[in-house]
């Protein structure tokens, strides 16, 4: 039976969040003027009611025999990595769905299905931001990306977490079927029409901190004082702590993990989100108050380590 491209696959697994296991049928099965009839086909991973995160049971309309059909085939988040491995024909579908053409989506941790189906080796892929250490560790043949909301790879596409969902799906919305209907969807859920997949998942990064009471802590302490004062380098905080540069660059390093220069740039573009979060500074203002010349000093840096400009940071995270 040939694969229809307006027939969506969505596997739901035991003990997934109930959020992410509704994406898909909100995002494809939406009427929208102009845009493709989707037909979303919903089957368990095992036969009979699955239990959600939530402890609510669901029960999926149609068998596993069903994805056959689909020319699209998306796991919707799944369980934590350290739960059951998913059953074997379900990993037997994904692999059959590849094989004919399909494209296989894993949402969240429904990249985890992916790579256990080996649909992921040499590739590179995405999932929450809490488990890609444990994707890239469980998977070494894994080119696991933590920056990024979703990740495309032509036929296979994975995303983050939760939001990061819709992000994707409707990215392979207007991938598949233009703008206009993507656009349309996007309205109708009231979600911003794109959000690029390579912009950060806005994590917090915190540094790992230096033990107290040494030098090293002296000088992150002079730091983060300071941090407005353009004139704040390396070599500054390397007096801070009586210490010379080559030395000090060595132990920062060892207590740290990162540079001092990288420690010192994360933390002037933290206390920029921070204020553009809470104050109304212009960008300019923000900058100065951060360490930097001016908003042309910062922005390369925010984009950086953020993945998107000032402005769009603080449109999205605004306190309100």
């Given amino acids: 039976m040939p694969r229809d491209p307006r027939t969506i696959g969505v596997v739901l697994g035991d003990d997934a969040p109930m959020l992410e296991i509704a994406v898909p049928e909100r995002v494809f099965g939406l009427a929208v003027p102009g845009g493709p009839a989707f037909e979303v086909v919903a089957v368990p991973e095992r036969p009979g009611p699955l239990t959600t995160s939530a402890g609510i049971r669901v029960s999926a309309p149609h068998p596993l025999e069903a994805l056959d059909r689909a020319g699209m085939v998306i796991v919707p988040g799944w369980r934590e990595p350290d739960r059951a491995s998913a059953a074997p024909p379900v990993l037997e579908a994904?692999?059959?769905?590849?094989?004919?053409?399909?494209?296989?989506?894993?949402?969240?941790?429904?990249?985890?299905?992916?790579?256990?189906?080996?649909?992921?080796?040499?590739?590179?892929?995405?999932?929450?931001?809490r488990h890609t250490a444990d994707l890239a560790a469980g998977y070494p043949g894994?080119?696991?990306?933590?920056?990024?909301?979703?990740?495309?790879?032509?036929?296979i596409v994975t995303s983050a977490g939760s939001a990061a969902g819709i992000d994707a799906c409707l990215y392979l919305l207007r991938r598949e079927h233009g703008a206009a209907v993507a656009n349309a969807v996007a309205r109708a859920l009231v979600v911003a029409p794109q959000r690029t997949g390579g912009q950060a998942q806005f994590i917090e990064?915190?540094?790992?901190?230096?033990?107290?009471?040494?030098?090293?802590?002296d000088?992150?302490?002079y730091a983060l004082a300071h941090l407005d004062d353009p004139r704040l380098d390396v070599a500054r905080l390397a007096a801070a702590a009586h210490m010379s540069r080559r030395t000090f660059d060595r132990r920062f390093r060892q207590s740290t993990g990162v540079s001092p220069l990288r420690w010192l740039l994360t933390q002037r573009v933290l206390r920029a989100q921070h204020l553009l979060e809470s104050t109304d500074l212009?960008?300019?203002?923000?900058?100065?108050?951060?360490?930097?010349?001016?908003?042309?000093?910062?922005?390369?840096?925010?984009?950086?380590?953020?993945?998107?400009?000032?402005?769009?940071?603080?449109?999205?995270?605004?306190?309100?």
């Fill in 282 to 320: 212009g960008v300019d203002a923000v900058a100065r108050r951060s360490g930097f010349s001016d908003g042309v000093a910062l922005r390369p840096h925010f984009r950086r380590l953020v993945g998107v400009p000032p402005q769009a940071y603080r449109n999205a995270f605004r306190a309100t």
């Fill in 219 to 221: 000088a992150v302490a």
């Fill in 205 to 217: 990064r915190p540094v790992p901190e230096p033990p107290v009471g040494d030098a090293i802590s």
């Fill in 94 to 129: 994904l692999l059959a769905a590849h094989a004919d053409g399909a494209i296989v989506v894993g949402l969240c941790l429904g990249a985890f299905v992916l790579a256990e189906a080996g649909l992921l080796d040499g590739r590179r892929a995405t999932t929450h931001w």
């Fill in 142 to 155: 894994v080119a696991v990306v933590d920056d990024a909301l979703y990740v495309d790879e032509g036929t």
